[in-house]
């Protein structure tokens, strides 16, 4: 008898689909716009500041697409938590103020004992 066994991730949610080189279609979209806005700033940019100078602005460029693709924080991607965090920070910011309760005291003064503290 064969046992056909079928692999199922533990979470189902978490299933991406490969499309090119192992990469899903939202990372290798953003792959692909990191090196077309690196070439095309490398070749706008060769000849007034020089090669070297130029590769360092086209990594500065592309980092930002490439970081895009490829990130997650809680579930959520770049764009989803850039939103999240704007609307937390400046749109909806909300000033939280820590007030400590003293339940012992609050108990003490609602039981009506009053205790003298004597110091020698």
């Keep these: 008898m064969i046992d056909i066994e079928v692999r199922i991730n533990k979470e189902i949610r978490d299933y991406q689909e490969s499309v090119f080189f192992g990469l899903s279609l939202r990372q290798f979209a953003f792959s692909l716009a990191a ?47 850039l939103l999240t965090f704007l609307r937390s920070a400046f749109i909806c910011p909300k000033r939280l103020v820590f007030k400590a309760d003293n339940l012992y005291a609050i108990a003490l003064a ?11």
């Design 110 to 120: 609602d039981s009506g004992i009053k205790e003298e503290l004597k110091i020698d």
């Design 35 to 81: 090196v077309l806005v690196a070439a095309a700033l490398y070749f706008l940019l060769k000849e007034p500041l020089g090669v070297e100078t130029a590769g360092w602005a086209c990594v500065l460029a592309a980092f930002p697409f490439a970081l895009c693709g490829f990130f997650r924080y809680n579930g959520m991607s770049a764009e989803r938590f």
